[in-house]
T-cell receptor
Framework: DTAVSQTPKYLVTQMGNDKSIKCEQN?????MYWYKQDSKKFLKIMFS???????INETVPNRFSPKSPDKAHLNLHINSLELGDSAVYFC?????????????FGPGTRLTVT | GENVEQHPSTLSVQEGDSAVIKCTYS??????FPWYKQELGKRPQLIID?????GEKKDQRIAVTLNKTAKHFSLHITETQPEDSAVYFC????????????FGQGTRLTINP
């Protein structure tokens, strides 16, 4: 009965490849997020979707393309992977955007680009 | 936009002592201040939050204080235990544009037995 799940947990790939990370939440939340946590543990928001609509895009390179097929799923596709993309990517969800709510994080996907 | 500064970056205390982590924020419109705990290799999890209509909130050994005038808030952990060792993040919401959380840089807390 995991609230927010991500796959895969680990991803090792070479520069130039394209990869996807999937996220699902079973909390009935309206809003989902992607965060990047770098090697210094800094957590930075990348994207946010509310009811399948993109509402936040934090100057992320065009190589990153999120997709929300429905409000329970938010996937992240990355083209032409670079060394600097190595990080832990967290998906999160919250009740909505009408006011600030607790964000529930997924287990993270550790991406290593070689 | 919102900027959240967190100090210290590392903190080491003896088991049983208290630990205090401090954060400042820049957006005076912010009204929600959560604290997340991230154990090694795990996801961040909310441990306590406070909204701007209160100055203090307590949950067992954990308390958070908020000073809206000075734009700073703090996490206090009393009677620390080894399982309190983790990275702690403060955050503040920003209401400029779409609502989001801006996180501090994190504090690595180590409890020495």
């Amino acid at each position: 009965d995991t609230a927010v799940s991500q796959t895969p947990k680990y991803l090792v790939t070479q520069m130039g490849n394209d990869k996807s990370i999937k996220c699902e939440q079973n909390l009935g939340h309206d809003t989902m997020y992607w965060y990047k946590q770098d090697s210094k543990k800094f957590l930075k928001i990348m994207f946010s979707y509310n009811n399948k609509e993109l509402i936040i895009n934090e100057t992320v390179p065009n190589r990153f393309s999120p997709k929300s097929p429905d409000k329970a799923h938010l996937n992240l596709h990355i083209n032409s992977l670079e060394l600097g993309d190595s990080a832990v990517y967290f998906c999160a969800s919250s009740q909505g955007i009408s006011e600030a709510y607790e964000q529930y994080f997924g287990p993270g996907t550790r991406l290593t680009v070689t | 936009g919102e900027n959240v500064e967190q100090h210290p970056s590392t903190l080491s205390v003896q088991e049983g002592d208290s630990a205090v982590i401090k954060c400042t924020y820049s957006d005076s419109a912010s009204n929600y201040f959560p604290w997340y705990k991230q154990e090694l290799g795990k996801r961040p999890q909310l441990i306590i939050d406070i909204r701007s209509n209160v100055g203090e909130k307590k949950d067992q050994r954990i308390a958070v204080t908020l000073n809206k005038t000075a734009k700073h808030f703090s996490l206090h952990i009393t009677e620390t235990q080894p399982e309190d060792s983790a990275v702690y993040f403060c955050a503040a919401n920003t209401l400029q544009g779409a609502q989001k959380l801006v996180f501090g840089q994190g504090t690595r807390l180590t409890i020495n037995p």
